[in-house]
Structure formats: C-alpha cells, structure tokens
C-alpha cells in the first residue's frame, strides 16, 4: 500500500506549488488563530488556487464556532476538514464535508476510544499530547502504542521529518504521515529541499516493502 502524505501549514503560494511538485497527496490549511500557521479565509481561497488537480485540500480547525466552519465552507473550497481540538463527533458529521479527527496520544486508549466515538470519519489522525496546545508542537510520541487494530485510515503526525519518517513508516503502517514543522525553515514557510526529501524518504519505503 502507498502511504499518503500530507503538508500542513500552508501559508504561501509558491509553497503550496512546491509540495505538489515534490509529490504531496493532500496540504493543509490552518483555519486557528493562535497558532504560527494560520490563514485568513482570503488568504486560504488565493493559496487554493495555486493548487493542481488530484491534490487534497484540507482545513484545520480547533474548537471552532459553528458559524465560522460554515463561513470558511462558504468561501474556501476544501476537499477535507481536519478537527484537531475537543469538537465532539455530532459536531464534527454535522457539515456537508468529509473529514478527519486528530486526537492527542497519551495511551493506547486514547485511539481506541477515537476509532470508537469517531467512526463516521474519514480516518484518525494521532499526534502528541502536549498540555494546552493542539498540534504543531514539533513532539512525536511513542508509536507503540498505535493499535494494529484500526477500522478507520490511521494518519501519523507528531515530530516527523526526512530523518525519522522512513523509520515511523515501517514500524506504524499508517494509511498517510503529516507534517508541519518537519519541513519548515521557519514557522509557516516552507523548504522545498525539506518537503521533497520527506516525500522521498516516505515513497523509498514503500518501494522496498
């Protein structure tokens, strides 16, 4: 199986041609405030239309208001949402989008109860728990407790770059991998050499398997 691959936090143009040209399957969009990364609604509609065909568009949001999700749905056009707070399932399958939730690992029961109580999704993205802070945090967590078990498309994220990716691929077998910081030359801007270089590290795996 090919492992997807995702670059989240997008905020420039000539990175989001970037990635697709390095081989990303789907980029992310940072719809929250507080964080380095994040796009205004015009900002995020421009960044889209740099975007070639077969490329997945995805907005992040954590926490959001209801009205906001709808208004950035109304202006922006996504493929994919990604929840990365505490939305609740009813929250997250109340839009007309498919979408992913991320959920924050401290054990093992953590993803099990995500496969649980989110099981409309589209698939589980799991990431470090760091207190106070949804995402970005640059941290990896321990992949052994990843359960083999996984009745949705499991997404790693959490501390990945072109030096640990090809490891976290062979040992987890994710459905795709996510990074962010992993790829950066500083917060929000993009290093072509880096994203190309994950790519590469990701598809060499599946090539030898």
């Known amino acids: 199986m090919r492992t997807r691959v995702k670059i989240c936090g997008l905020t420039r143009p000539q990175d989001v041609v970037a990635a697709a040209n390095a081989g990303a399957d789907a980029v992310g969009f940072v719809f929250y405030e507080p964080s380095p990364r994040s796009v205004s609604i015009e900002t995020a509609a421009e960044l889209i239309r740099s975007l070639p065909a077969f490329v997945t568009a995805t907005g992040l949001f954590v926490n959001p208001e209801r009205g906001y999700v709808e208004e950035v749905l109304s202006k922006v056009p996504l493929d994919l949402l990604q929840f990365h707070g505490d939305e609740t399932p009813e929250f997250c399958q109340s839009f007309p989008a498919r979408w992913i939730k991320a959920v924050r690992v401290r054990n093992r029961g953590d993803i099990e109860q995500a496969f649980r109580d989110y099981f409309r999704a589209s698939g589980i993205l799991v990431d470090a728990w760091v207190a106070d802070t949804y995402g970005g945090t640059g941290q990896s967590f321990n992949w052994d ?9 499991l997404i790693l994220a959490g501390g990945l770059a072109s030096d640990n990716v090809a490891a976290a691929v062979q ?5 795709g991998v996510d990074v ?3 790829v950066e030359s500083g917060k929000g801007i993009k290093h072509t050499a880096k994203m190309t270089d994950f790519i590469s ?8 398997d």
């Open 180 to 182: 962010s910081g992993g």
């Open 145 to 153: 407790l990843i359960p083999s078990v996984r009745p949705l498309p």
């Open 201 to 208: 590290e990701v598809h060499r795996v599946d090539e030898t």
């Open 171 to 175: 040992q987890v077998r994710p459905w």
